[in-house]
């Protein structure tokens, strides 16, 4: 069988259970979800989860309560400023004013929320929770070298490990993979396949990587063979899009129709038609 590493995205951090247990859990599940689309057993795919989120959360307090409320949102703002910046590239690019004044958001970020669900008739609960989750993830992996170095070196030890043929890198998930295979030239992957990815997203990510992008554009790490990036047209966090503007070494870069509502969860991608013609010509 074709070996299969696949890298989460925001919001998989369990600090209830060893890092050990999660990666056996939840490459059944992502094996699962892959071998739906792909109309297979999930006993004939060979996939292992890789599980960085520890490595963001290292040595801070574990959140009390639920991240869905304005409270939420005014802690993160308080404690990781550098998140309020982020959200506030990402809304720009989203096509909303930029709601910046001397480097810092000009309104909280809870009223940012609430102007991308209303620009994105999303629900405002589910909107404040999510950027509360992606912004805080982002924001340390881009802003604690340790973290961010810890990380890459786990991903990076997942695919030499695994020997993988296919690296599957879920939002976030593909920053750090993308900047692993850079740091690690001697990986050779036949297809890397990101998913909803933020890599070309100006200030907030795309130019804070590394290596950093020459000439406003980014290149494609030296093993992997072929790249083919997915995105849902609706899925905000892969923006701005097409991603090969930035990245032209892309082989494919697709948006495709996921989910109306579930547009960004790595599940459904996985199930995706999409997904299944990429990967099924590797397997």
């Given amino acids: 069988m074709t070996p299969i590493v696949a890298v989460h995205g925001v919001g998989h951090h369990a600090p209830a259970h060893s890092p050990q247990d999660i990666v056996a859990g939840r490459s059944r599940r992502w094996s699962e979800d892959l071998a739906q689309g792909l109309g297979l057993p999930p006993e004939h795919l060979d996939l292992c ?27 993160l703002e308080l404690d990781d400023p550098s998140a309020a910046t982020l959200a506030a590239d990402w809304a720009e690019a989203l096509g909303l004013p930029r709601a910046t004044a001397q480097g810092r958001l000009a309104v909280p970020l809870r009223h ?25 993830d982002v924001a340390r992996y881009l802003g604690d070298p340790k973290a961010r170095a810890a990380a890459r070196e786990t991903i ?15 939002s976030l998930g593909s920053v750090v993979t993308y900047e692993a295979l850079h740091a690690h030239p001697e990986l050779e992957v036949d297809l890397l396949l990101t998913l909803g990815s933020p890599l070309a997203l100006p200030h ?8 950093a992008p020459e000439d406003g554009t980014g290149r494609r790490p030296p093993g992997v063979r072929r790249w ?7 899925d905000p966090v892969a923006v701005p899009r097409p991603l090969s503007r930035r990245f032209p070494d892309v082989d494919e870069d697709l948006t495709e129709s996921i989910s109306l509502f579930d547009f960004h969860t790595a599940a459904r991608y996985l199930r995706s038609a999409a997904v ?3 990967v099924r010509a590797h397997l």
């Fill in 204 to 211: 907030g990510v795309f130019h804070r990587l590394s290596p």
């Fill in 156 to 170: 990076a030890e997942a695919i030499r490990a695994r020997r993988a043929r296919i690296v599957i890198a879920h």
């Fill in 228 to 234: 083919v990036n997915i995105s849902d047209h609706g």
């Fill in 49 to 75: 989860y890789a599980y960085y989120a520890d490595h963001l959360h290292a040595g801070r307090p574990t959140a009390q309560g639920g991240t869905e409320d304005d409270a939420a949102l005014d802690r």
């Fill in 112 to 136: 940012l929320a609430g102007m991308v669900a209303e620009h994105l008739s999303l629900d405002g609960r589910l909107t404040r929770a999510f950027i509360a989750t992606l912004f805080r």
């Fill in 276 to 278: 299944a013609t990429a």
